[in-house]
């Protein structure tokens, strides 16, 4: 039980991350490769985005997948998104390493389905299941798996997004790209150009140093972007995380746009075309939802992280439903007419898409969206599912929603109480109307924590 239990908590909910060489150990990758080439026997493709440790752990990997007989196609150093887009067009499976918005020396694997959205639950489990055992067998000569290489694949990603916006929607339009040295260098740049746009780009020479910013796409990360926007008198920059599944902006006056708004503003150019449903966690801001009833369109919440999201989208669109659009509120946003993973390339050309039908600047339609306010603060406590469930009691008396932790509705504000799957800590989030609201709010949870961890000790 207790390997189980370790392994459990190896894949997280976007696989399996830690520091290279400590945690993240070649060994571990070899052995993730051959319990997925056990599960998966076939032809796995296997892409890296630009850590410096993406070559070590690949060829570990792979050496897994070769050792359980799989046919192995390295696609090489590509986004998230883009093995996930090609793996549904060809192959049986994938796994990417990557530690997506993590520092430098972090890496890891995804690994991704058939259909090119990341690995399920049960699935996992099984995977993990594979991995604690103590050797799995491996392939005699005659039948050990081939490998090849496809790099050219990548090119199908951007093609794939391109046919999504005909009539060169960018034109007259520059935009500033900020890949961060990660793997989007090759391909963000590429698919706005193709779209008219006249393209700067700044990070825009993959490196796994990240010498110019950290791959999480901060708004202090974002300061050369931002400068380089008002210094081009561009309509918006655009920043991807360190396997671009992400995209985060910056207006036309360089002020960096809340991940919420971004959404928010994209769920409201998506609405106004095709009426239905958004799918996103309930750790999104009620801005959506404002927007989104206000053009006739319906929110469906899921827990938190993006699988549920592109799952719940699946099954809404498999019984009949229309769904527009979904993703969470951190950039990562789903296109289900494209595919069903978060996808930054995507996204940024979505936003190109949005500025130029709206002939409005970036800045503009920020201002005209619904004001809200979202605040977010930890606590550390090894006491959360005991915290939470009591201020559920706490709590009986208001509408509650237990999608995922505890959310707590009053009049136009929320609160959403989570305990952490992996660290001793709770997290605690309040979107409101404005700030004051959020402030006393918070202020309230807090106090109901404290008391609780009083009555604890
Ligand atoms: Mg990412």
């Known amino acids: ?23 993240i150990t070649p060994e571990l990758a070899l052995n993730i490769g051959k319990a997925l080439g056990t599960m998966r026997p076939g032809e796995i493709a296997v892409g890296r985005d630009t850590r410096t440790t993406g070559p070590v752990l690949a060829n570990a990997l792979k050496a897994g997948l070769l050792a359980t007989g799989c046919r192995v196609v390295d696609c090489g150093i590509l986004p998230t998104p883009a093995l996930q887009y090609i793996v ?16 430098p020396e972090y890496n890891g694997v995804k690994i991704i389905e058939p259909d090119g959205t990341e690995m399920g639950d049960e699935e996992t489990i099984e995977l993990e299941e594979l991995l604690s055992k103590e050797s799995l067998p491996v392939k005699l000569w005659n039948e050990v798996g081939t490998e090849r290489a496809e790099l050219h694949r990548v090119e199908e990603y951007v093609e794939g997004i391109i046919k999504q916006f005909p009539g060169k929607p960018g034109t007259g339009m520059t935009v500033v790209v900020d890949p961060g040295s990660g793997p989007a260098c090759q391909t963000t740049p590429a698919i706005l150009q193709a779209l008219g746009c006249r393209v700067l780009t700044i990070n825009g020479v993959m490196d796994g140093t990240f010498p110019g910013r950290l791959p999480e796409p901060s708004p202090e990360g974002l300061a050369g972007l931002a400068a380089l926007v008002k210094a081009s008198d561009a309509a918006f920059g655009v920043a991807h995380d360190g396997d671009a599944d992400r995209a985060v902006f910056v207006d036309d006056r360089g002020v960096f746009v809340e991940e919420n708004h971004e959404f928010a503003l994209i769920a409201q150019h998506l609405c106004k075309i095709t009426k239905g449903t958004i799918v996103t966690p309930v750790s999104t801001s009620q801005l959506v939802e404002q927007v989104a009833n206000k053009e006739g369109c319906f929110v ?26 979904g993703g969470e ?7 289900p007419g494209h595919q069903f993973c978060r996808d930054g390339g995507m996204t940024a050309a979505a936003m190109v898409a949005l500025v130029s039908a709206s002939g409005k600047r970036l800045s503009t339609l920020l201002n005209q969206l619904p004001k809200r306010y979202m605040v977010k603060e930890k606590l550390a406590t090894p006491h959360g599912k005991v915290i939470i469930e009591k201020l559920e009691k706490y709590y009986s008396g208001e509408p509650i929603d237990q999608t995922d932790g505890l959310k707590i509705k009053r009049h136009t504000s929320w609160a959403l109480i989570r305990a952490s799957g992996t660290e001793p800590l709770i997290r605690i989030m309040i979107d409101a109307p404005e700030k004051e609201t959020a402030d006393v709010f918070l202020s309230e949870i807090k106090k109901s924590v404290l008391k609780i961890l009083d009555e604890l000790a």
Not at 89 to 103: K, L, W
Request: charge should be positive; aromatic fraction near 8%; hydrophobic fraction near 40%.
């Open 1 to 23: 039980m207790a390997v189980k239990k370790i392994q459990k908590q190896l894949f997280g909910t976007n696989g399996v991350r830690g520091i290279a060489g400590k945690e």
């Open 88 to 103: 549904k067009e060809h192959y049986d499976g994938g796994a990417m390493i990557t530690a997506s918005h993590n520092p």
């Open 300 to 325: 469906q919440y899921t827990p938190v992280g993006s699988i549920y999201v592109a799952r719940t989208m699946r099954e809404l669109i498999d019984a009949g439903t229309s769904v527009v659009f």
């Open 329 to 335: 509120g951190n950039g990562g946003l789903i296109f």
